[in-house]
């Protein structure tokens, strides 16, 4: 007989995410508990949003949350280093042939 342990995520009586570890399911707690007060936020902002909408923004926003906190920080978002010109990722521009 295997013994396995499992951890649940319940909010409001509610299983939401079974998890392997614990590490997992306190990232995933915290995770709904930011996408909690995102929606209140959201509540109270300018543009009207169905409720589902609300709750999906909110979703999305908290599993974006090291994008967003730099974003929030004055930082830029999805720089990949690709996209920077050559100068700045330390590459020989090509020569032009004239």
Known sequence: MAV????????????KMTFASKKEADAYDK???????L?????GAPVELAPEQQESLAFYLAEQR???QTLLRGGKAGAKEED???AKRKEKPLKQVA
Not at 8 to 13: Q, Y
């Open 4 to 15: 396995e342990i499992k951890y649940v995520v319940v909010r409001g009586g509610v299983e």
């Open 31 to 37: 995770l709904l508990d930011t996408a909690d007060e």
């Open 39 to 43: 929606m209140t936020l959201l509540a």
């Open 66 to 68: 090291d994008v967003l």
């Open 84 to 86: 920077a010109p050559a």
